[in-house]
């Protein structure tokens, strides 16, 4: 299967080893992907993790900050994944047996995982998403003890994000100096 794979990227690899600016530009595409979608999420994640337990408004308007960065987010990460998936090609052979290189994809799938059920919890403490937030009818049939069990879930999750954000830096560079 790495024959395979290395003998069908190989006119990708043989043009980005050839190229004087396609390097540059692709690790700079990925690390500044990297950098907004990751910022934004741990800025995200520190306002959840800092906010007032017990109270429903706080509740609701952490978990409508949190649904509004997740386009930005998911976006950062979807220019990550091809930029990441072209310097995957440019050196199959290289990152095909690197351990460290597979920390990382698994990282990322977590990461992904992860962003996928604090999702499904923010659908969870805000029903009525949206514009209700905004006229604060969201989450009306629920009291802030009922919001308690999803939120403090959420903040599980927020702390799984800062982890798994911060542990993709560590393995980027190490992976870079393979």
């Known amino acids: 299967m790495l024959e ?6 190989q006119p990708w690899a043989d043009y980005y080893a050839e190229s004087a600016w396609l390097p540059t530009a692709l690790i700079a595409l ?19 993790l800092q906010s007032t337990p017990g109270h429903r408004d ?42 460290v290189f597979w920390a990382k994809m698994a990282t990322l799938v977590v990461l992904i995982l992860n962003g996928v059920r604090m999702r499904a919890t923010e ?11 905004e006229t604060g009818s969201a989450g009306a049939e629920l009291t802030g003890a009922e919001l308690a069990g999803p939120y403090a879930t959420l903040r ?10 911060c542990l993709i830096v560590v393995l980027g560079v190490v992976v870079a100096n393979i």
């Open 156 to 165: 599980t999750h927020a702390w799984v994000s800062v982890l798994g954000w």
């Open 30 to 48: 990925h690390v500044l992907a990297l950098f907004v979608g990751g910022g934004i999420a741990l800025g995200a994640d520190r306002r959840v």
């Open 58 to 99: 706080a509740y609701l308007a952490t978990a409508a900050d949190l649904k509004a960065t997740h386009g930005i987010v998911i976006g950062a990460l979807v220019l990550t994944n091809l930029s990441g998936l072209a310097l995957f090609t440019s050196d199959v052979g290289t990152f095909w047996g690197s351990r």
């Open 4 to 9: 395979t794979l290395t003998t069908l990227t």
């Open 123 to 133: 659908a969870r403490l805000l029903p009525n998403a949206g514009s209700a937030v």
